[in-house]
């Protein structure tokens, strides 16, 4: 590593508020996700007698919590795991190892009824709007199967009275002009909110949004992240919102969390993590976003994003990271505060973190506390 890196040095300062109308009264997590970890074998070919099977480390020991009237962003590059954790939370996939628990009750276990209440309460809004339709079904033929599934008791105006109720939550008004269509008679963002709808006839208490703005074109995805974010308001839901575009996030989500190699490296409010990021990968993200408005030089980016059928030891971030110290190749760092509610792992911020990380505010030899990078500089 070079003798003139810096230390990133995040401003300190207290947990940022919500945004008006968001947030619960209650601190209990809807939906948690505890200690989880996805592998999947990989196929072709067995392993030699006497050696463990290969697998792909797709999310490894992950804690994270959604609560009710807050939207969490789930934040990385491609691969990074977010999309499986998302499945996981919504019991699509099984776990290899860890919890995930719904108010409080684990859910992993859960048959018959049990599993379908699940279901029911978590609800999965994918990325791809045209590949999650029926394409020989009308929107009405596509909206009754939903409501006949979770509102079994209704039936004929009943059942249509809920339909154009859907979407016009939706904003898909007047509702009549629209169920009589199939689905390559609508626009990507008409088919993206009528996937939406499709998850409100659950009822749910949680939403797992899955990019789903990624394959929109920009003039609308704002009108959508905007209807989900009322909706959530309204309904004092939890979601996690599946993203890679961290400054989407800023605007959109209360938390964000960060993901890398199917390890959580940094979260907290989203004003904290986006204005003050504290973990090197984070800044990275960051730096990497276009802003014609940036003035500081990007953070240098010294690799590529690990196998993770053979993950680094340690900090999975650390042969990319300009401040990597020989520790960080030898021991995972555990999350480390750096202001309320806004944590990192990462040993720059430990407070025994030996030079060029001596400890968190310090910089490098060579370095004046006037060279240290603002978050996202190098």
Not at 271 to 281: C, I, K, L, R, S
Request: with cysteine; proline share 9%; hydrophobic share 40%.
């Amino acid at each position: 590593m070079s003798g003139e890196t810096t230390v990133p040095t995040p401003a300190g300062g207290a947990r940022p508020e919500a945004a008006a109308g968001t947030g619960s009264a209650d601190p209990r997590p809807v939906l948690e996700a505890v200690h989880v970890t996805k592998h999947f074998p990989v196929r072709g070919g067995l392993p030699r007698r006497g050696t463990p099977r290969r697998v792909v480390h797709a999310v490894e020991d992950v804690t994270l919590s959604l609560y009710a009237g807050r939207i969490t962003a789930l934040v990385g590059e491609s691969g990074s795991g977010k999309s499986t954790l998302a499945r996981l939370l919504a019991q699509l996939y099984p776990l290899t190892g860890g919890e995930v628990r719904l108010h409080g009750q684990s859910v992993h276990a859960l048959r018959g009824r049990a599993f379908r209440e699940h279901v029911r309460k978590v609800q999965l809004i994918l990325q791809d709007p045209f590949a999650s339709f029926n394409p020989v079904a009308t929107i009405a033929g596509t909206l009754n199967r939903a409501v006949a599934l979770h509102h079994p008791g209704s039936r004929g105006k009943d059942r249509d009275a809920v339909i154009d109720d859907l979407l016009t939550q939706i904003n898909l008004v007047p509702p009549r002009q629209f169920t009589a269509k199939y689905p390559h008679e609508l626009s990507g963002g008409q088919l993206q909110r009528l996937s939406i709808a499709r998850a409100l006839a659950a009822d749910p208490d949680v939403f797992l949004a899955d990019e789903p703005v990624s394959s929109l074109d920009v003039s609308i995805r704002l009108g959508v992240l905007n209807l989900l974010r009322r909706l959530t308001e309204e309904r004092n839901a939890a979601m996690l919102y599946v993203t890679h575009d961290i400054a989407s996030a800023r605007y959109f989500a209360t938390d964000t969390a960060v993901m890398y190699a199917g390890q959580l490296v940094e979260s907290g409010p989203s004003e904290a993590v986006t204005q003050q990021a504290a973990h090197p990968y984070t800044q990275l993200l960051i730096s990497s976003a276009p802003d014609p408005a940036r003035t500081a030089e990007r953070v240098r980016d010294i690799g590529q994003p690990p196998s993770l059928i053979d993950p680094p030891s340690g900090c999975r971030f650390h042969p990319r990271c300009p401040y990597a110290m020989a520790r960080c190749a030898e021991q995972a760092p555990e999350p480390f505060e750096i202001s309320p509610g806004h944590t990192a792992r990462c040993w720059l911020y430990a407070q025994d973190a030996a030079s060029p990380g001596a400890a968190p505010g310090t910089t490098a030899p060579g370095t004046t506390a006037s060279d240290a990078p603002a978050p996202g500089a190098s």
